[in-house]
């Protein structure tokens, strides 16, 4: 898997049924049934979180008409290369051009503008969960770069900064719980450089994993948008003493493809999948375990009983008892990403037993039929996941001292190194590598020596 | 309410925070809170009962490329006026124009050609709940016709006809269930006039409700697709020696701004909205009832414990504890369409019991607080729900024998009248209706007394 990964990653998207890559136009996805089933886990736990802290569900238009795309100078300069219009309803060319909403922003706020009169129309809060569209212009990889993308974006309007800002550290808190919590995925935070910002926010802050390959994956960014479209999009409100101000705004979005690329890519080994239990689209695979005619029956009668109670609690279960060897159906759903099987042969029967097999460490434990815990068991495989992802993850952040060690680690992983701020000592680094951010800390450039400030500094997909 | 319908309904869409129609592209909507609440019950639901009949959740492009849009000559027919055509992207015009999904035929048949070899790769069920476009010339109406619409869109493929058609059974089971069932909407099922059927279909089969203006809404439609589709996309297998077929196809849609926009009109009264309990956004309000300070406090304790204890068991509560009379808050939350109302006063608590109000009949129960079964209550209230609406449904069911009568009737519901089958005659039912189905029963034509068959006819939306 290391060595070719890309070639393990297709493997994994086309043998497990999660998505297809087929579809006439380039870019463009479909999303199968195992890829939908773990993406909805996705989606619903996170507007659980989103709508428990006050968001509203929503669904905004697609279609954004040029004007109000244009808007803010900015964000128009960074999307208008990507953007698909619509130009043609039946045969007759539309007054205006429409665009295929690239994110949300410029659709959503003159609707904003509407909603808010004084400070007691405040805060919005509103998310969607949505496609979005961007002609990529870099080369497309299936659920990492596409060109129609799954997404929740949340978008928000505060009468005050500080609100904006405690907002973004309630959503830091609560991706955070997607990202680590759910998927078990280790994360690290990063406020993009300047130039890598969000067209039109203040400041960006990324959320990134790292790929078995060494290349960090942004699976989630979220954006202090200041009053740079309020301003624009006249989102104002009287204050208590009837004075005019703009409201203080942030967006932000988790990429659920990318997400799900992570998951399967970051957990997964030589033998498949390896799937965080609360995704899993099959939680348990229960293997009868019969070589003899005679034991058929009664093997079977248990196995139902099993799968009947274990189904009555909640979980998602499903029996291989389909004609084949054990051996070769351990296999099978081993490389499913199934994150426990159970089996049972004669022996378990007799005993009122079962053997359960851990799909994350190939552990397995022999226990007592009413002595099963799934729930404490999968809390435990999840705690497991994030603490191999953790280590595996840590393993690879480096420190480089010189130019030299610098090129050496950055095909490893994320590289901490030094620079002095110009752009000439930036460009032997951008040669090889993305500035994920720039720290406080200060260090000693690593092309000219001067002082400076350290970097991140990683391959990115 | 039934003097001036189209006031009404306006009013509940403003008032209930459901949909703001005043985003600038006309007949595109921007869907609120209250709205996606239900919307997310009816989706979840069906949902539900589809993948438990073994179809598979899936997401497809949204754009279609004009090649495949095209290629089968009835379909495009039926809707080349009506699509959104991308031309452009970034600032490059594009090969060939992409077409915004009006329906996903002939996004997803391709695809199926793909994976469908033998037998064994049969049948072939998807389902997918997303939005569809259409610039519809006629007027748009919020939530009843729009130019961006959200549904659920079924697909299948089957070796023989006769699982086609069992599968329309099922598929007509599980519609009744959404209809009537979760949504108490009462509803009949016409096999559509061949020139009216679905293009590219064999025949189509409509669900429809009645407004309380009088006029039909269609809210859902099954088509059976025979083999047209899937000769043109090439959908083949090998049966089992070997020979090759085209598969059997039908799909298969309800419109959930529809089912909406029928459960408000349909139950809703002079108050504003009665909503069924199941996709109720707030279940039950909880208002203390408190005219004396001292007994605000012990008032309040009970209140909180019944909500507690309610959420517990998993209903949605609210708690209206702002200040104002308590015939305010009735008025407002009965607007609201909340299913029941629970009033606790000083007397409620020294007795251990509350006041039950029920929405749909305003009908009052004094129960004791260990005698509350909310999930009897509600199911009682859906029970009543469907009775009184198939009820005023069943009433404006009508036969007319003569032009005149038929048209006096048909302002105030669905006609049924004779038809020889000639354009000429079908001329002036049609100057003031549609024919939503040619019925099996003989009759005698309403315009020239000759035999013929029975026509069931209405305004529509």
Chains 1, 2 share one sequence.
């Not at 932000?252 to 997964?268: D, E, K, M, N, Q």
């Not at 426990?340 to 042969?345: H, N």
């Not at 053997?355 to 404490?376: E, P």
Request: proline fraction near 4%.
């Amino acid at each position: 898997m290391a060595e070719d990964f890309g070639e393990w990653y297709r493997r994994m998207l086309s043998e497990n049924v999660l998505v297809d890559d087929r579809y006439e136009i380039k870019g463009m996805l479909v999303y199968r049934g195992n890829a939908m089933y773990m993406i909805r886990q996705m989606t619903g736990y996170l507007e659980g979180m989103l709508e428990a802290d006050g968001h509203e569900p929503t669904l905004f238009p697609v279609l954004i008409p040029e004007n109000l795309l244009m808007r803010e100078a900015e964000h128009i300069a960074g999307f208008e290369d990507q953007v698909y219009w619509v130009t043609h309803a039946g045969g007759n060319k539309l007054e205006r051009k429409l665009a295929l909403r690239p994110t949300s922003e410029t659709c959503m706020y003159p609707m904003f503008a509407l909603w808010t009169r004084t400070f007691q129309d405040l805060p919005i809060k509103v998310h969607q969960t949505v496609a979005v569209y961007r002609c990529e212009t870099k080369q497309t990889r299936p659920l990492i770069r596409s060109r129609e993308f799954y997404w929740n974006e949340g978008h928000t309007a505060f009468a005050t900064r500080e609100e904006a800002l405690s907002n973004i550290e309630t959503i830091k808190g609560i991706y955070t719980k997607l990202i680590n919590g759910l998927l078990c995925l280790p994360v690290q935070v990063n406020v993009r450089p300047q130039w890598d910002k969000f067209p039109g926010a203040e400041y960006t802050i990324a959320f990134e994993t790292l790929m078995p390959d060494g290349r960090t994956l942004q699976v989630a960014t979220v954006h202090n948008l200041g009053q740079h479209f309020s301003r624009v999009f006249n989102i104002e409100f009287d204050d208590e003493k009837g004075e005019k101000h703009h409201a203080w705004q942030t967006s932000y979005g988790p990429g659920f493809g990318r997400l799900l690329a992570a998951t399967i890519s970051v957990h997964g080994d030589g033998k498949g999948m390896v799937l965080p239990p609360r995704i899993a689209p099959t939680q348990v695979v229960i293997i009868p375990v019969i070589f003899k005619d005679a034991d058929k029956a009664h093997v079977m009668e248990y196995v139902r009983g099993l799968e009947e109670s274990l189904k009555r609690e909640g979980f998602r279960v499903k029996v291989d008892a389909s004609d084949g060897r054990p051996g070769a159906k351990y296999y099978l759903w081993e490389g499913r990403g199934v994150p426990l099987r159970i089996e049972v042969g004669p022996r378990e029967v007799k005993e009122n037993k079962v053997l359960l097999v851990r799909r994350d460490t190939g552990g397995k434990m022999s226990v007592g039929r009413d002595a099963i815990d799934l729930k404490a068991l999968f809390s435990q495989i999840e705690s497991d996941m994030r603490v191999k992802a953790a280590k595996r993850f840590d393993d690879r952040l480096y420190d480089a001292k010189t130019l030299d060690e610098f090129k050496e680690l950055v095909v490893k992983g994320i590289v901490t190194v030094g620079w002095c701020g110009r752009d000439e000592c930036a460009k032997p680094i951008e040669e090889v590598g993305t500035i994920l951010t720039v720290l406080e800390d200060s260090g000693k450039c690593v092309a000219c020596g001067k002082g400076g400030k350290m970097l991140r500094v990683a391959r990115t997909y």
